[in-house]
């Protein structure tokens, strides 16, 4: 059983920086793909950023060129560097992970971003 463990959310202005953390515990992390979702108030959850097994990295068009995902696959720690915020990235934020070659997909249990001046 793998348990991932989100950090790093809070409030911030707009134009604001935030590093969002996801541990997870185990072995095999570096097998795993990677993911961050969000889910603002009232919608559905939404994929936000992946990087592979192999370090492929895919984002929302909505956040190309301001966020930016990582991992350290020696610290079971992958990353969501978010620059430039806007509000309308306000939402509870979501970290997933996958073994390469499997089904079953783990949760953390969100963390919160709030940008509002």
């Known amino acids: 059983q793998v348990q991932l463990v989100e950090s790093g959310g809070g409030l911030v202005q707009p134009g604001g920086s935030l590093r969002l953390s996801c541990g997870a515990s185990?072995?095999?992390?570096?097998?795993?793909?990677m993911k961050w979702y969000r889910q603002a108030p009232g919608k559905q959850r939404d994929w936000v950023a992946a990087i592979t097994s192999g370090g492929n990295t895919f984002y929302v068009d909505s956040v190309k060129g301001r966020f930016t995902i990582s991992r350290d696959n020696a610290k079971n720690t992958v990353y969501l560097q978010m620059n430039s915020l806007k509000p309308e990235d306000t939402a509870i934020y979501y970290c997933?992970?996958?073994?390469?070659?499997?089904?079953?997909?783990?949760w953390g249990q969100g963390t919160q971003v709030t940008v509002s001046s």
């Open positions: 185990g072995s095999a992390f570096s097998t795993y793909t």
């Open positions: 997933n992970g996958r073994p390469d070659g499997r089904s079953q997909a783990y």
